[in-house]
């Protein structure tokens, strides 16, 4: 059997994090290359037999060898709430790879739209993700021989303080002011670990057996395994904190004029917290409400509820 090379990018993060923990009981360590900004935090894979490289999405001549000899590739997003230049980023990596001789990509997108195969979101967050999965299909037209899937991954739990106001269980205030009243569609949360797994499942099933893999050219979804509104996300967080803590509708521009929100929202020392508030603008048309079984399946087990999650999180 031939070598089947698979590449995670960046695979120091988060999700990376994941799925690099779960692909390596998976698939041959000596066929895996994991790249990362920071090379040094995977120690532990590299020992493992895993090949280690440095690249950085903002280092143009990091990625130019990065995914030399990568068959397939999965590509996490550039991390932050930025459009024009998050789209130019992964527009890059993804052309690099393609001419490095990468003939297959797994992108990391992000779980807005509601259905998978809804190809619009009102989210300003969701603009890139929808550029990269766009140009993702070009570039099968320009490249014979190319494909892709793309992995909506849903909001993970411990995202949640993007959506608080950076509420802190450990440190709790009363009152968590957000441009929504918590009501409506809510979220399918689902925990950030999971979803590497769950991507690691999908690597491996198509590394193994790639001619039934049936998700070629496709969008598909990642998500928890049901759905909490805001106003029970915040009494679950409140019984964590061990106090009452309630939601405060204020408006969009008082969102973006608190102090933590424009902290946390700079991103090349420009304040997105305005533009963030497009994402409960979603959340009210039930974009991050779906959902699906997918994940449920290539786990083997029900998805871990937000509760637990956080609770594990916190303890």
Request: aromatic letters at 10%.
């Amino acid at each position: 059997m031939s070598t089947h090379t698979v590449a995670v990018f960046p695979a120091s993060g988060g999700i990376g994090g994941g799925t690099v923990k779960h692909l390596l009981p998976r698939l041959p360590a000596k066929d895996l290359i994991f790249i990362a900004r920071s090379p040094q935090k995977l120690e532990a894979e590299s020992n493992a037999g895993a090949t280690v490289r440095q690249a950085d999405y903002d280092d143009d001549d990091s990625l130019e060898h990065a995914f030399d000899g990568v068959h397939t590739l999965f590509l996490i997003s550039y991390a932050s709430a930025e459009h024009e230049y998050r789209t130019k980023r992964h527009q890059l990596a993804i052309d690099t790879a393609i001419r490095r001789g990468v003939k297959y990509i797994f992108y990391g997108s992000l779980g807005y739209g509601g259905r998978p195969e809804t190809k619009e979101s009102v989210a300003h967050v969701m603009q890139a993700h929808l550029d990269t999965e766009r140009y993702l299909d070009e570039s099968t037209h320009r490249h014979p021989g190319f494909e892709y899937t793309v992995i909506r991954e849903g909001l993970y739990s411990e995202s949640y303080p993007l959506y608080t106001s950076f509420f802190d269980p450990r440190r709790p205030s009363d009152t968590i002011q957000i441009p929504h009243d918590g009501s409506g569609p809510g979220i399918a949360w689902v925990k950030r670990e999971e979803l590497g797994e769950g991507t690691a499942e999908l690597l491996a099933r198509f590394v193994k057996n790639p001619s039934a893999f049936t998700y070629r050219r496709q969008t598909i979804l990642l998500s928890g395994g049901r759905t909490l509104t805001l106003e029970e996300t915040v009494e679950i967080l409140g019984k964590l904190a061990k106090r009452p803590v309630r939601l405060q509708t204020i408006t969009e521009d008082e969102f973006a004029a608190l102090p933590q929100n424009q902290q946390n929202f700079t991103y090349h020392k420009t304040d997105h917290s305005k533009l963030w508030t497009s994402t409960f603008e979603a959340f009210r048309r039930g974009e991050v409400a779906y959902v699906d079984p997918l994940l449920k399946g290539l786990l083997g087990r029900e998805p871990e509820d937000f509760e637990t999650t956080i609770s594990r999180q916190l303890s």
